[in-house]
Each structure stands twice: as structure tokens, then as C-alpha cells.
């Protein structure tokens, strides 16, 4: 059993279109976590859920809307899509950022 | 505030050679750190942690990490290099406060392996 999945795990797209990215995990943790690969492999928190609730939101632009319908489920939605959206965004659960990250296996979005 | 620097963003060593990967960290509280390991199109895997009991840290695959409070640094190392250690590597640190729940990683560093 897959501990945290995304899906899809490629996605390819026009500018200005809207998607979304589903993640869930089975491991029981309370947090769960959204980070952007760039281009370069550099790794940047987006948003953090704990029990269903939004803990951190760095500064990210409002396109992006994380939803969590429950604690083992955090989506990601973005409008409008731009090309700097091109990236690896990961998904990610913890029982608290001290015992470290499980991490899904990564969504590549491509905007055209 | 936290941050983390990786030493060198490419390191290349021959089959059965040490491997050293560095990594030094800034934080204001006592830290947690990681090291993640990824293989290409894979999302990153925990190798091992360090929460504040020994500062020498084992991990899986027979990589290895020293704490030193006194450097600021949790450099990785393994003895031997094996070709299926050639991948992207992670330092990453947790703190507390309003950063606690959050992972802040370094700019990752590759690591080539030669036969």
C-alpha cells in the first residue's frame, strides 16, 4: 500500500486553465503538507494542514487553493494556470515536522 | 528563522570510496535535521534524523551523520559508495515556534558515483 499518493502523476496543460492535484495518505498522520519543486530541485513549503486546518500559508499567489476534507486527504487547486507554474509539487504527512516527512512520489505539471 | 546550506551542489566519487556530503544549518532554537535522499522522477525518502538524543546518527543504506552543535553542521557520510547511492541529496532542518510544522531544505546536492 501507497503510504502518500498523488494523482496525477504528470500533467500537461494550457495557460489560463484550471487543475487540480489529489493527495491522501494512509499512515495516520494529522499533518499534511504541499512544496513546490522548481526547476533547480530547490524544495518550498506552500501550505500546511493539521486536522483540517490551514497552519501555514507561506506566500504563495491566490490561485492556489489548498483544500483538506479530512486529515488524510489535501488538495491542491490552482486557477489560471501561468507558465512559471511549471514545477514537481509534492505532497507530504508527519506526525509533526520533528519526526520528519513522508513524502507521495511528486506531480509534474507542464504549462504550455 | 532557519536555513540550511549544502556544501558543493555536485559531488563525484569512485565505487567504494567515502562519501561526504556537507551540510550546516542556522537556526535559533535546537534543531531537528534530515537528510532525504531522491532518485530521479521519485519523491524524496528519509535516510535519518537527528532529535536531540546521540549526535551520531545511523540511517538506512549505511549512510552515517555527525551532529556538532559546535560547527553548525550535520554533514553525511558513508564509507563505501555504491553505485545505486548516485542521487539527489537533502539536508533539511525543523525548529520550533511559528516555524514548527515546517521543513526547511538546502539546495540539494547530486551525487555522481564511477565505476
Known amino acids: 500500500d501507497t503510504a502518500v499518493s498523488q494523482t496525477p502523476k504528470y500533467l500537461v496543460t494550457q495557460m489560463g486553465n484550471d487543475k487540480s492535484i489529489k493527495c491522501e495518505q494512509n499512515?495516520?498522520?494529522?499533518?499534511m503538507y504541499w512544496y513546490k519543486q522548481d526547476s533547480k530541485k530547490f524544495l518550498k513549503i506552500m501550505f500546511s494542514?493539521?486536522?483540517?486546518?490551514?497552519?501555514i500559508n507561506e506566500t504563495v499567489p491566490n490561485r492556489f487553493s489548498p483544500k483538506s476534507p479530512d486529515k488524510a486527504h489535501l488538495n491542491l487547486h490552482i486557477n489560471s494556470l501561468e507558465l512559471g507554474d511549471s514545477a514537481v509539487y509534492f505532497c507530504?504527512?508527519?506526525?509533526?515536522?520533528?519526526?520528519?516527512?513522508?513524502f507521495g512520489s511528486g506531480t509534474r505539471l507542464t504549462v504550455v | 528563522a532557519q536555513s540550511v546550506t549544502q556544501l558543493g551542489s555536485h559531488v563525484s566519487v569512485s565505487e567504494g570510496a567515502l562519501v561526504l556530503l556537507r551540510c550546516n544549518y542556522s537556526?535559533?532554537?535546537?534543531?531537528?535535521l534530515f537528510w532525504y535522499v531522491q532518485y530521479p522522477n521519485q519523491g524524496l525518502q528519509l535516510l535519518l534524523k537527528?532529535?536531540?538524543?546521540?549526535?551520531l546518527v545511523k540511517g538506512i543504506n549505511g549512510f552515517e551523520a555527525e551532529f556538532k552543535k559546535s560547527e553548525t553542521s550535520f554533514h553525511l557520510t558513508k564509507p563505501s559508495a555504491h553505485m545505486s547511492d548516485a542521487a539527489e541529496y537533502f539536508c533539511a532542518v525543523s525548529g520550533s515556534g511559528t516555524s514548527y510544522g515546517k521543513l526547511t531544505f538546502g539546495q540539494g546536492t547530486i551525487l555522481t558515483v564511477h565505476p
Open positions: 499512515l495516520g498522520h494529522d499533518t
Open positions: 537527528y532529535t536531540s538524543a546521540a549526535t
Open positions: 507530504a504527512s508527519s506526525q509533526g515536522a520533528n519526526y520528519g516527512y513522508t
Open positions: 537556526s535559533s532554537v535546537p534543531p531537528y
Open positions: 494542514y493539521n486536522n483540517k486546518e490551514l497552519i
